[in-house]
Each structure stands twice: as C-alpha cells, then as structure tokens.
T-cell receptor, first 114, second 117 residues
Framework: TQLLEQSPQFLSIQEGENLTVYCNSS?????LQWYRQEPGEGPVLLVT?????EVKKLKRLTFQFGDARKDSSLHITAAQPGDTGLYLC??????????????FGKGTLLTVNP | SAVISQKPSRDICQRGTSLTIQCQVD?????MFWYRQQPGQSLTLIAT?????????ESGFVIDKFPISRPNLTFSTLTVSNMSPEDSSIYLC??????????????FGPGTRLTVT
C-alpha cells in the first residue's frame, strides 16, 4: 500500500490551462515537500509546507497543506511549456518514523503543450 | 541548499560486472541518501549513509548487492554489484539539511543512468 497517494499520475494539457495535483495520505506528516524533476536531472525542491492549513505561493504555483497535515495540493495557474516535468510530493516525519526520511508519492508526469 | 555532483552521469555495463557511483557535496553534511528511480517514476530509497557508521538499508536492499562507503562528510559511493538487466535504473544521491529548525529538506544530485546489457 502506497503511503502517499498522488493523483493524477499523468496529465497532458494545453498552454494557459490551470491544473491541480493532489497528494493524499491517511498518515500525519511533520512536513510535505514538493519537487519538480526534468528529464536527465535530479528532483529540485520547490517548497516545503509545515503548518496545517498553510498556503505558499511560488509565482504561478500555489501549494497547500491540509489542516490535519495528511494531504497537500499543488495548483498551477496558466500553465506554460516550461512547467513540463515530473512533480513529486514527499512527506517527512511520518507518524512514528524518522524525521529525516522522506516518503515519496508516485509522481505526476505533467506535459504542457504549446 | 547544496550543490551535488555525481559520477558517472551514465554508463552501459555488462551483466555480472560492478559499477561504483560517486557522490560529492560542496559542503559537509551528516546524512546522505541513495535512491533508485525508473524513468518517469518515483524514487525508492536504497539506504541512508552516515559518516562513521554502517549504512542503513531499506527493506529489499542488502549490503552485499549495494555496498556503500562514506569516508567523510562530503563524499559517498554506491556500488551496484554483480549487475543484471533488472538493475538498469537511475541512481540518485541526496543530502538532508535542517531548514528553519523544524524540518529536514533533501537536495538531489543529477543522477547516474545505468543500463545493464
């Protein structure tokens, strides 16, 4: 059973559209991190959310941490081809687990077509 | 953040041979991690490597197959031993940093793409 359920797994949209990626769990995390990975590169940290209900914005990207710290979402407004990549959510410090370990979701492969 | 380099960036190896992947960080870190990733898929943690102690392996990974060295606070190696085509994957190293005094954030190297024929 996957600890972090990420959806959708694949997403292909046109430039200018909006989209939301979800990351859900039945477990509580100390924090949730979002990464973007482009082909041939390692994942790059986008944001870390720590407090339940927290909202963080990074240009056209909005990240939200659920009140109970079990789920998170990433919303992209007016997507651009440069947003194309694999988006990964990762939970840190799952209940009873080591704080330094990350639990990764399966990822969302986003393609933004011009 | 941290700047992490890996060598080699890619390699094609024959089955039965071994490959050692190097990971260099631009500053001292306590915790380093090794992951495996199939292209387009998520990351699977192989082991945690702390300087001065044996690496801690995740379920399904053993030291004989994936020996790890951690000679100092800026360097680590992962060896993929007695390779088979099933070992074809991307191998990533990462480091963990405490951020804001509350949470650990990880930073990744560019990865090593391994193909076993």
């Amino acid at each position: 059973t996957q600890l972090l359920e990420q959806s959708p797994q694949f997403l292909s949209i046109q430039e200018g559209e909006n989209l939301t990626v979800y990351c859900n769990s039945s477990s509580v995390f100390s924090s949730l991190q979002w990464y973007r990975q482009e082909p041939g590169e390692g994942p790059v940290l986008l944001v870390t959310v720590v407090t339940g209900g927290e909202v963080k914005k990074l240009k056209r990207l909005t990240f939200q941490f659920g009140d109970a710290r079990k789920d998170s979402s990433l919303h992209i407004t007016a997507a651009q081809p440069g947003d194309t990549g694999l988006y990964l959510c990762a939970g840190e410090g799952v209940s009873g687990g080591s704080n330094y370990k990350l639990t990764f979701g399966k990822g969302t492969l986003l393609t933004v077509n011009p | 953040s941290a700047v992490i380099s890996q060598k080699p960036s890619r390699d094609i190896c024959q089955r039965g041979t071994s490959l050692t992947i190097q990971c260099q960080v631009d500053s001292q870190v306590t915790m380093m991690f090794w992951y495996r990733q199939q292209p387009g898929q998520s990351l699977t943690l192989i082991a945690t490597a702390n300087q001065g102690s044996e690496a801690t392996y995740e379920s399904g990974f053993v030291i004989d197959k994936f020996p790890i060295s951690r000679p100092n606070l800026t360097f680590s190696t992962l060896t993929v031993s007695n390779m088979s085509p099933e070992d074809s994957s991307i191998y990533l190293c990462s480091v963990s940093r405490l951020a804001g005094g509350r949470t650990y954030e990880q930073y990744f190297g560019p990865g090593t793409r391994l193909t076993v024929t």
